[in-house]
Nanobody, 114 residues
Framework: VQLQASGGGLVQAGGSLRLSCAAS????????MAWYRQAPGKQREQVAV???????NYADFVKGRFTISRDNAKSTVYLQMNSLKPDDTAVYSC?????????WGQGTLVTVSS
């Protein structure tokens, strides 16, 4: 199983970006999918989670600004990021729970300039 993340880049404060993470390989059922981020010098933190049924949960620091969604037919999870702040600058990674295992995608860098 491989997870391919994309959509990162440089954006000004107040701007928006949409991240995507597509799973491929031997996939039966993807249960939970999530986005994490790690800023320079900081620990990795969970940003948002979505279940196979569409239930979501967000970290307090992104509530009202970020939206996680998924397309089960495409085995893809998205993260719509609005009202971006310089503090959102980080490497964003996706994670998927498939069966009894979980998998990480490579990160995509998001840089928010002030």
């Amino acid at each position: 199983v491989q997870l391919q993340a994309s959509g990162g880049g440089l954006v000004q404060a107040g701007g928006s970006l949409r991240l995507s993470c597509a799973a491929s390989g031997s996939i039966s059922t993807i249960n939970v999918m999530a986005w994490y981020r790690q800023a320079p010098g900081k620990q990795r933190e969970q940003v948002a989670v979505i279940t196979s049924g569409g239930s979501t949960n967000y970290a307090d620091f992104v509530k009202g600004r970020f939206t996680i969604s998924r397309d089960n037919a495409k085995s893809t999870v998205y993260l719509q990021m609005n009202s971006l702040k310089p503090d959102d600058t980080a490497v964003y990674s996706c994670r998927a729970w498939i069966g009894l295992s979980n998998y990480w995608g490579q990160g995509t860098l998001v840089t928010v300039s002030s």
